[in-house]
């Protein structure tokens, strides 16, 4: 096991060792939370025509720019707009065309009136009202022009990016797709939740922690496994995982003991590399390559598999799919005193409240790495650095580990 080693520079040997998964064509169904691999543009202008903003009357705005409730201007209905259909008519002078919301303008009306500012009657329209030019217009390109850029590329695709790619004519795009992530966890006392353990046996719940961590990571769990401690079954599984995944995560089994399966699996294999991390919780990692797959053996510890997984994972799977494989941090105040380790950066759990810039930090429960509870109460990984304790109002930087926290 080599080590210690720095936070940063065991990041680096990581992301050294990953690269980004070739993109592909995808379709628009697949391709939400990939990342675009090219800049897409339009290839007419958004929307193509002008169109109404509102239900009501397509007619021309000097037509009725006398018009008062004392001097109403009557104007006659020559017909209508409907949706889907192109538009044959035109509005002349006097004259004016019924058009719901999103129908296309018809030629010669430069203005909307809304229903309820007129009255019709049969084929009459009585209006007490003028309107500018333009009124309740969309114009043709008043999203994107013609060229304009749609998405740009390195843009990590949502809800709306999908919207406006097809709302631009694309059906299928360039993009890195979803990593598949392969999910194991080794250990003789583990046993799966909804049985009955036996003495010396405990549910196994890394795996559905690491899980979570995946897919909110926009990654795919591939697999999800529960080994025991046996090098000849880890090695068959993680041959498994390897053939229907991109990358494999390992909980447990990398620490120092003679008897850890992962480091007796790998004792000839020159693959996976075994190191000691400056880091509290989380010091024993490994990582490699397992048939040309990333490999990432994390602590058996849960808090310690979550600090590694954000840490050094996240970052690895970013990068796999072509995103940022920065770490991400909440700048916050803390509300009290936190010891700081000799030799190492320490990492305990914390509920934020507020907004930055004035969001405050507070320790979430107890601080050992085998504790859940304090996790699934928190709401981010706050970093204490070597040196001095953190003391309570000092500034502190936070890993999020929940989409959203606290009261604003």
Not at 25 to 38: G, H, I, M
Not at 270 to 288: C, L, M, N, T, Y
Request: glycine share 10%.
């Amino acid at each position: 096991m080599r080590g210690p080693i720095s936070v940063d520079d065991y990041r680096r040997e990581v992301l050294a060792g990953v690269e980004s998964l070739s993109p592909r064509y995808l379709s628009l169904e697949d391709a939400y939370n990939c990342v675009l691999a090219e800049d897409l543009t339009a290839a007419r202008d958004l929307p193509p025509f002008a169109s109404s903003a509102m239900d009501g009357f397509a007619l021309r705005s000097a037509d009725i720019a006398a018009a008062s409730p004392e001097h109403p201007v009557k104007l006659q209905i020559s017909g209508e707009v409907r949706m889907g259909r192109p538009c044959e008519c035109e509005v002349t002078e006097g004259r004016a065309l019924s058009v719901p919301t999103g129908g296309t303008m018809p030629s010669g009306a430069d203005a909307v009136l809304p229903g309820e500012l007129c009255r019709a009657e049969g084929r009459e329209l009585t209006v007490t009202c003028g309107c500018r030019p333009g009124h309740n217009v969309r114009p043709a390109g008043e999203d994107l022009r013609v060229g304009e850029i749609l998405v740009p590329a390195g843009r990590r695709l949502e809800a709306a990016d999908l919207g406006a790619l097809a709302a631009g004519g694309y059906g299928r795009v360039p993009a890195v797709p979803r990593p598949r992530v392969a999910i194991v966890s080794t250990g003789d006392e583990l046993v799966d939740p909804g049985t009955e353990p036996g003495a010396g046996q405990i549910f196994e719940s890394n795996s559905f922690l690491l899980k979570g961590l995946v897919q909110g990571s926009g990654c795919e769990p591939a697999t999800r496994s529960r080994v025991p401690d046996d090098p000849p079954a880890l090695l068959e599984t993680l041959a498994a995982a390897a053939a229907a995944a991109d990358a494999i995560v390992c909980s447990g089994g990398v620490s120092a003991g003679r008897d850890d399966p992962v480091k007796r699996a790998f004792a000839r294999d020159s693959s996976v590399a075994f190191f000691r991390v400056a880091v509290q919780p989380g010091r024993p990692q490994a990582f490699g390559h397992f048939f040309g797959k990333p490999f990432f053996g994390l602590p058996g510890n849960p808090m310690a598999a979550l600090v590694a997984f954000e840490l050094f994972v996240r970052p690895a799977l970013n990068k796999l799919a072509g995103a940022d494989p920065r770490v991400l941090y909440v700048r916050a105040t803390l509300e009290e005193q936190v010891g700081a380790a000799a030799d190492c950066v320490r990492y305990v759990p914390v509920r934020l409240t507020g907004r930055e810039p004035a969001c405050v930090a507070c320790p979430a429960g107890h601080r050992r790495s085998n504790q859940l509870v304090a996790l699934a109460r928190a709401d981010g990984l706050l970093e204490v650095p070597l040196g001095p304790d953190l003391k309570a109002g000092d500034p502190c930087r936070v890993i999020r580990i929940t989409p959203e926290w606290g009261a604003g």
